[in-house]
T-cell receptor
Framework: GDSVTQMEGPVTLSEEAFLTINCTYT??????LFWYVQYPGEGLQLLLK?????DKGSNKGFEATYRKETTSFHLEKGSVQVSDSAVYFC???????????FGTGTSLTVIP | NAGVTQTPKFRILKIGQSMTLQCTQD?????MYWYRQDPGMGLKLIYY???????DKGEVPNGYNVSRSTTEDFPLRLELAAPSQTSVYFC????????????FGQGTRLTVV
């Protein structure tokens, strides 16, 4: 079945460091891919998405490219800020659209 | 801009008690979902609905029931609470389920003692 595997955390970075969180997926057909962010005590918010191969999603300095050949959707940011501290979830929505499959989440802490 | 609204935000239940977690959305979305979030486990789908009157089981439906009498509302019922149901519950909705993102509520933190 469909599934998402993402990089284990927690991740601790200094402010202005480069961030990569790896995400790979297994799916039949042509899934849509998402990154969600969860701040403490809150629900998940969409960070970015890509709906077809080679699409690049971007938002708030974060980017991820839908790579069908490597079944990956890695999240990157060139210079993280303290305010980026949160838990990040990679997710996919498969061909049926009946559910979203989530990775286990990666906790990011950015220190000044 | 209410989006997806869940109530209550917190609840403590005793073993064997029952409760209903409420979820309503004002975006006229067809698809609605209930997930539970356990530490280090990501989100697991409990039930979903593709429209009023239609519901189906997800990955972890045991111990729960749902109904969808209107487009807006998708309550989750726990009949006999067990400690294994201690979790954070999220309701979500999406327009079509295909190529569209899900919008999440703020969550309900449930503790069963």
């Amino acid at each position: 079945g469909d599934s998402v595997t993402q990089m284990e955390g927690p991740v601790t970075l200094s402010e202005e460091a480069f961030l990569t969180i790896n995400c790979t997926y297994t799916a039949t057909g042509y899934p849509s891919l998402f990154w969600y962010v969860q701040y403490p005590g809150e629900g998940l918010q969409l960070l970015l998405k890509a709906t077809k191969a080679d699409d690049k999603g971007s938002n708030k300095g974060f980017e991820a490219t839908y790579r069908k050949e490597t079944t990956s959707f890695h999240l990157e940011k060139g210079s993280v800020q303290v305010s980026d501290s949160a838990v990040y979830f990679c997710a996919l929505s498969g061909d049926t659209g009946n559910q979203f499959y989530f990775g286990t989440g990666t906790s990011l802490t950015v220190i000044p | 801009n209410a989006g997806v609204t869940q109530t209550p935000k917190f609840r403590i239940l005793k073993i064997g008690q029952s409760m209903t977690l409420q979820c309503t959305q004002d975006m006229n979305h067809n698809y609605m979902y209930w997930y539970r979030q356990d530490p280090g486990m990501g989100l697991k789908l409990i039930y979903y609905s593709v429209g009023a009157g239609i519901t189906d089981k997800g990955e972890v439906p045991n111990g729960y029931n749902v109904s969808r009498s209107t487009t807006e509302d998708f309550p989750l019922r726990l009949e006999l609470a067990a400690p294994s149901q201690t979790s954070v519950y999220f309701c979500a909705s999406s327009l079509t389920g295909l190529n569209t993102e899900a919008f999440f509520g703020q969550g309900t933190r449930l503790t069963v003692v």
